[in-house]
């Protein structure tokens, strides 16, 4: 198998992994504080990483100068994960994902902003029509809906997570000095982990662990091990294989990919008019893996 088909299968199952979360999140995010849940994946997380690195062995003292950069890349994921958990509350688990793939749009524009990164009109259409089945399923394939702007609000706190996460793309590139990439990701675990334990600590202290429900603990060690962890081997691997704008295109499957967790749980199928931005998501995909 060639490099690039590796790293095109790595991207399918990390899309896979992180639809994943929004089906399990929705189920969870009413029985425990998104505080105390994400204090304890960053955690969970950290360790996972943080045994990479030492095995790897690079958690040289030096990677960790600066460790401001750290706050704010970690403050900034803590930020989206907190929001993510707060939107799916309310919102429905397809729409929220649907949110998600406004990101490369939001990021490509920050990236302008940060780096003065120029995307190439072929990449701008794609996002825009990814961004149009976007809405399309945001507002459930409703005209009044879109019209009078009724946007969920679920769907709206979400957004603003999504942004702090467009912000954190350029910005892992602007900070970083040269560290690898494990123990870079390692640095901005523990900073985010502090972040929120010391933001969430009330809820952390009322937390019944012992407890909890148990898809609670399933979605917990989902986000932190595959949702995380693993995901974050999966995008580099694949990013020594493929452009970074193919990559980034995988995003677009993940409503696809929620559509098909929510049927394997629940058993349930959006409607009909709703599968047609589905559709302007996959066709984005097309749009950005096409040479």
């Known amino acids: ?7 095109h299968l790595a991207m399918l199952l990390f899309s896979a992994l992180v639809a994943g979360s929004f089906s399990l999140g929705s189920m969870a995010a009413n029985l425990i504080a998104p505080a105390a849940l994400n204090s304890a994946r960053f955690w969970i997380a950290a360790l996972v990483i943080g045994s990479v690195a030492a095995a790897t062995g ?9 460790p401001w950069r750290f706050a704010v890349l970690g403050g900034l994921f803590a930020v989206y994960f907190v929001l993510m958990f707060e939107g799916l509350k309310t919102a429905p688990p397809v729409s929220t994902a649907a949110v998600f793939t406004l990101t490369p749009l939001m990021s490509g524009l920050v990236g302008w902003v940060l780096l003065r990164q120029i995307m190439t009109p072929r990449v701008a259409l794609a996002l825009t029509v990814g961004g149009a089945g976007a809405i399309w399923v945001i507002f459930r394939a409703d005209l009044d809906a879109l019209r009078a702007f009724a946007v969920g609000r679920g769907e709206m706190i979400y957004f603003w997570g999504c942004v702090s996460h467009a912000i954190y793309t350029p910005m892992v590139r602007k900070l970083n000095r040269g560290e690898p990439a494990v123990a870079f990701t390692f640095g901005m675990l523990i900073a985010g982990g502090i972040i929120l334990t010391a933001y969430g600590w009330s809820d952390v202290r009322e937390t019944d662990w012992a407890h909890l429900p148990a898809i609670v603990w399933i979605t917990l060690l989902y986000v932190a091990i595959f949702a995380s962890s693993a995901t974050f081997v999966l995008l580099q691997f694949s990013s020594l294989r493929l452009p970074s704008s193919k990559v980034m295109a995988y995003t677009y499957l993940t409503p696809s990919w929620v559509i098909l967790w929510e049927y394997s749980l629940h058993g349930a199928v959006p409607p009909v008019l709703v599968l047609g931005g589905i559709g302007l998501t996959i066709l984005a995909l097309w749009m950005l893996l096409k040479d």
């Open 1 to 7: 198998m060639t490099a690039s088909r590796q790293g």
């Open 58 to 66: 690079k958690l040289r003292r030096d990677y960790f100068r600066a």
